[in-house]
């Protein structure tokens, strides 16, 4: 499949999406977790770019590959929550772009060296991927961030 229609697909799943929930999570003073308004920082700010992204050079993307993505959090919401359909699609679209098309993290990330997930020199690294690679179906297997190596993690 080309990346255009791959980006086409995903703007027609996520055309229903109650986006503003999200976003509000951000200001939202009943969300205390900092890391739970990062998340919905990094997730708006990526279904903007979903809508905001023009391809000019399409290239092709494996069938194999989507359909594995899409099974693994299949996999995921199967065995933790079921019944949310909603959040299946939103996190199986928005991963869908981030690892094909955008070529970003699926977790938000920094430039400190500190954060668990950074930028730096041009790659990504994620200081918990060498953990956490080796789960079941773990996405870790999709994600362009870079293992730390165990120096980093000291």
Known sequence: ???????????????????????????DERYKDPLT?????????????????????DFEIKD????????DI???FDRYCP?????????????LYLVLIAKKPLHPFSEDKNDEIYYFNGDYYCK????????ERSLCRYCICKNMGFSGLF
């Open 1 to 27: 499949m080309k990346a255009s229609e791959l980006l086409r697909i995903i703007r027609k799943n996520l055309e229903s999406y109650p986006i503003d929930y999200l976003r509000n999570k951000v200001s």
């Open 37 to 57: 308004k990062k998340l919905a920082k990094y997730n708006t700010s990526t279904y903007d770019d979903i809508y905001e992204t023009v391809i000019l050079d």
């Open 64 to 71: 194999e590959i989507i359909k594995s993505i899409r099974s």
């Open 74 to 76: 299949g996999f995921y």
């Open 83 to 95: 019944d949310d359909e909603q959040t299946k699609r939103f996190t199986e679209n928005i991963s």
């Open 128 to 135: 918990g991927r060498m953990k956490y690679i080796h789960d």
